[in-house]
DNA sequence: CGACTCATTGACGTTCCTCAACCTTAGTGG
DNA sequence: CCACTAAGGTTGAGGAACGTCAATGAGTCG
């Protein structure tokens, strides 16, 4: 049924935008809706339980992001750490010559600006895929807020760590040198996120047109295209322009090892052998 | 001068070994070195003054690690945070059919383990390039320990941030899809690694084979060795194996811009022209 | 010395990037 | 209602780039 890919953080449909959504006039949040910190731990996925340890006093305000709206600016001066509540974004960064490139994407309980702590200015833009939503963090406050909340705190840093664990996923997507083969690991590592955030795993809706995808794994275009068409007529997948359902999950983790021939023989083998038999 | 190429944290050449680097008989720390916290946080980059402030009481441990052996292992239980002191580590996945991923490398003063927070396991292997040191904290005493040093915290903090951000150009560098481009930009970002370290930016000493690099920046081996001779042609480089030295930054610079077309024509000055006459 | 790893170079074949055309869907204005 | 425009997606043709296979040489370890 197509109940699976409704959600609750996600809109039927790309072309149809809730009302409330400030769209060509920047008009600022008259309405400011605001969430206190305990909803904020639990949305960092910090036990729900956790909320009476915490002092509750803390109000965040929550920032609406129109689609196509930019979150972040590249280069600007870094003061929020925000969070996605809703929506979704892709982090695009572009070198001196104007080429842009999407570094990757970020969904509900994804941080962004976290790059801000290191140096003074954001490393990439954040800009929005729909009608999104983010709680906005004071960069000068975490400090304090991190002292005196550590629920929040080690929600902030399991993120953060799973963060990180993530760029090295997305690493190894990229150094697939087969086009088929980096599509499945992405569309895998797509998956899987969605499973992670309680969403399906088999259906996904694409947020992102085929160019940033393209763009994402250093590919053309016009290879997508021709991979996923390859794709469906294994009977691997039913693509529907966005609409995208995995049907063979083995095959496509199957297809995701091809390396471009014959898998690589690994002579590290050879080395550790010597420290087992050691003992 | 060759005194540029020689810094403190790294041993004069690939070949000669300190003495005391234990090699082949997994003798265990006889002398256990250690550290204080003071000397930690200044080799996570955080303020040297910063000492009166903390307590200095407590003293971790100094891990030697030998070439070619591994500091942690994929999947294993993660109890330990790691930050490289002395030398080079590559990081390692291993898909389920065996074939290996470099995901990338860690040099003085990067975390190694910081995954270990999210999820029980270490998300991969590292293994090291050289005898090299590396400065361990029980995962289990982190969050005491960041409550009650709070410069502590806040270096490492900064280092997991940069981390961060240093994820996303490790994607940039992958995205390229010309082999050349991929090459400069990995060359460029390893110059710039090493400067940040206060090394020298143009002399550089890779420490992993071109294997190593090949299978990170996934591509062929063979390819690293032809692209690295179209460069050395060109007059960008000066290679001889291990030893690199970049003569050209700009040339480098121009060619990671390289999406795949014509392989130099820099279609950059008939763009600048038309904003020059705009003035 | 023999076994091994590492780097380089050449030849060949396939992938996939580029260029191009065409189609659909939306949004706009008559 | 239909033209018009623009953005996104698909498909085809051609050629360069790069992966694979193979051979060679240099350096290292036991």
């Not at 309680?198 to 053309?220: F, K, T, V, Y």
């Not at 275009?221 to 049907?247: C, F, N």
Request: hydrophobic letters at 45%; a positive charge.
């Amino acid at each position: 049924m197509a109940t699976t890919l409704m959600t609750s953080t996600a809109p039927p449909l790309l072309t149809a935008h809730a009302s409330w959504f400030v769209r060509s006039s920047p008009q600022p949040q008259a309405d400011a809706v605001q969430i206190d910190l305990r909803s904020l731990t639990e949305l960092l996925g910090g036990a729900p339980g956790s909320a009476a340890g915490e002092t509750g006093g803390e109000r965040f305000s929550v920032r609406r992001v129109a689609r196509g709206a930019t979150l972040v600016h590249e280069g600007a001066r870094a003061s929020m750490l925000y969070v996605v509540q809703a929506g979704s974004f892709k982090c695009v960064q572009t070198a001196e010559d104007g080429y842009e490139h999407v570094l990757g994407f970020a969904w509900r309980r994804d941080v962004i600006g976290y790059d801000g702590l290191s140096g003074e200015n954001y490393a990439f833009a954040a800009v929005a895929l729909e009608d999104s939503t983010v709680v906005a963090l004071p960069l000068a406050s975490l400090a304090v807020l991190r002292q005196r909340a550590p629920l929040f705190d080690a929600a902030l840093q399991a993120i953060v760590a799973r963060q990180l664990t993530h760029a090295g996923e997305i690493a190894r997507v990229m150094s697939a040198v087969a086009a088929n083969a980096r599509l499945a690991r992405f569309l895998i590592q797509l998956s899987a996120s969605m499973a992670e955030r309680g969403q399906s795993s088999r259906h996904l809706l694409l947020r992102m047109n085929r160019r940033d995808i393209a763009n994402h794994l250093g590919l053309a275009h016009e290879t997508i295209s021709r991979s996923l068409r390859m794709m469906t007529d294994a009977g691997w997948l039913r693509v529907d322009i966005r609409e995208l359902e995995i049907l063979d999950p083995a095959a496509l983790r199957r297809c995701a090892r091809n390396t471009r021939g014959p898998a690589e023989a690994t002579p590290l083998a050879s080395r550790q052998p010597v420290l087992a038999f050691a003992a």
